[in-house]
């Protein structure tokens, strides 16, 4: 045979394998899943458990039955017969979900006792298949907490039923004679059986507790940094720590920059909506970065204007130059964003310094703001500013000093405040 031949069989047997190994984990996928499609999740997990026990009792009892039919059938072939005829009461199991939820665990409890005590009754208690009743507690695991008396009401019928089988039915058999020997080391199966199940049930619990408390830090994990995202950390403290408290703070100085892209409106009437939203997307991340990288903390987004405030809400020295800085090198980005975009990007920038009230207001949707007259200045600065240039009011430039160069643009009427001696942001100065 030749090796591309070769190839091509194992290739085929590769094939073949995998996908008989995907048909029989999708074919007990849905017999897992059996009958617990529309219950809530929680429920939904407990009924798949008590079909994968249900599949557990199926081929236990396949394989006793087996084992007794090929010991010796003349001695044990009541047992063998019992043990064949209980599958059959398994495979009804699934279906009794529909029923309701606790149904088909109280079916499976009830009828072991049943055929436990009567195996018992066939072959003594010495034969000890009633010790298979002590993974009694495990019926807890698949009814909950919110079952809690359905569970302790099945878990008194198995441990009765034990106590029934352990000291009221003769401890040799009556119908079925079984060597000492053999009684004693199906009493240590049976036992080791029990074990097993009371052992997988607690395991089962501890893996579902510790998935769920990893669940649980993830989602703590994620609604942390929504929040700070959403508003300054030290802000989100505050509330976390007094969900009640007013938060209103006044700070004698901060900086406010408003940024405003020019002839978006006409510019948006042209793009679909999706197309809107990736280039302010694109346009703010860069903004974003820069607030980072300069300690300034953005306020918000309205339409396709930004803001950002410094000095808050953690008091600061040279916010105002922190502010400049961010705002050269905004004028920087929208260059190299509109180089990248193919698109005439040219931003409005208008800053303002003096005094300030920040915090949260209202019940819903909170979000960190700023009012006051600063902010309306900063943002009256924005509009009556031009495109691709920083204006800034004589207060901002005070504030500035000599470690930046200006452009006197004279007296300006502004909406609002009368007329205003204003000045453009150009750079940072030789000296500095």
Request: hydrophobic content about 50%; glycine content about 8%.
């Amino acid at each position: 045979m030749s090796a591309h031949a070769r190839s091509g069989s194992s290739v085929k047997s590769s094939t073949a394998d995998s996908g008989n190994g995907l048909f029989v984990r999708r074919l007990t996928t849905e017999i897992i899943q059996f009958g617990t499609i529309g219950y809530p999740e929680t429920v939904a997990r407990r009924l798949r458990l008590t079909n994968m026990l249900n599949g557990f009792l199926f081929c236990g009892f396949a394989i006793f039955s087996i084992s007794y039919a090929v010991t010796k059938w003349e001695m044990f072939y009541p047992l063998a017969i019992l043990a064949g005829l209980c599958p059959l009461l398994w495979l009804v199991t699934p279906f009794l979900h529909r029923i309701n939820e606790v149904t088909a665990i109280t079916y499976i409890c009830v009828a072991n006792s049943i055929i436990f005590i009567f195996a018992c009754y066939l072959s003594g208690s010495e034969f000890g298949v009633h010790y298979l009743l002590l993974g009694a507690p495990a019926v807890l695991l698949f009814l909950g907490s919110e079952r809690i008396l359905v569970g302790l009401t099945l878990f008194s019928v198995m441990i009765g039923s034990f106590i029934v089988a352990e000291f009221w039915l003769p401890e040799a058999a009556l119908i079925v004679p079984i060597p000492a020997a053999t009684s004693a080391l199906h009493k240590v199966i049976c036992m080791v059986w029990a074990s097993l199940l009371v052992f997988g049930s607690i395991y089962y619990a501890l893996r579902v507790g510790e998935q769920a408390e990893a669940a649980l830090e993830r989602e703590y994990a994620r609604s942390e940094a929504l929040l700070r995202n959403l508003m300054p950390e030290a802000i989100a403290v505050r509330l976390k720590n007094n969900p009640e408290a007013i938060i209103a703070d006044h700070f004698d100085e901060v900086t406010i920059l408003f940024a405003d892209i020019v002839d978006f409106t006409p510019r948006a009437s042209h793009f679909a909506p999706s197309e809107i939203v990736r280039f302010l997307n694109r346009v703010f991340s860069a903004f974003d970065l820069l607030a980072e990288k300069h300690g300034l903390e953005k306020i918000k987004t309205v339409g396709d204007a930004y803001m950002v405030a410094g000095g808050m809400p953690e008091r600061r020295d040279g916010h105002a130059a922190a502010v400049a800085d961010m705002a050269l090198d905004m004028i920087k980005a929208t260059k190299r964003l509109s180089a990248e975009l193919k698109e005439d990007l040219s931003v409005r920038i208008g800053i303002h310094t003096g005094p300030a009230v920040a915090g949260v207001i209202g019940t819903r949707k909170l979000f960190y703001d700023v009012w006051g007259d600063t902010v309306n200045t900063a943002s009256r600065m924005e509009s009556h500013g031009s495109a691709g240039r920083i204006q800034v009011t004589e207060d901002a430039r005070n504030a500035l000093g000599e470690r930046y160069t200006f452009e006197r643009r004279g007296l300006v009427e502004v909406k609002g405040k009368g007329e205003m001696e204003l000045y453009y942001l150009t750079g940072l100065s030789s000296t500095a």
